[in-house]
């Protein structure tokens, strides 16, 4: 189970752009490395490791929350109006379910090529169940994770967040 939380956080980083994961990455999206040796002397000493950044990064280190009951069942009525609006391809419904700087990143377009995008792959329109799993807190976000079982055995992976009773971030992992 750790390895999943963890798991679930390095991808936090990747999905929502959280800042240390990618500073030790390139605009190439490749790691930095320390330039190698010239030298032909097998005996030389080892290179020296990359060095972490200057903030700390193991300090973003997620924390799994508490959370009560209602509150999950609060915060799934949200997140299943929001998969329901996928599976019938209805933007409206689904914005309904945003926030307002989220909503601002989602245009219809973008909106149906992952609505489609879903329903071609999973079949989100032949059934699902919302199954929560945790809640996390890193870098001051706090995130739910759901699992997605689909009525054809498959499941997939969902990470919220959640501000004022609202998606404000939304990522299939």
Known sequence: MKLFIYLIALMSF????????????????????????????????????????????????PVKLHVSPASIKTVKKVVSKAVKALAKKDYNKFIKTTSSSFKKNITKTNFDKVSNSLNAKLQLKNGYNIQYMTALKQAGIKFYVWKLLLKSGRFIYIKTVIKNDKIDGLAFI
């Open 14 to 61: 990747i999905v929502f752009g959280g800042g240390n994961a990618n500073a030790m990455l390139n605009s190439q999206g490749q790691s930095k490395m320390p330039a190698s040796h010239n030298s032909s002397n097998q005996y030389d000493a080892p290179a020296a490791r990359p060095t972490m950044p200057s903030n700390n990064y193991y300090a973003n280190k």
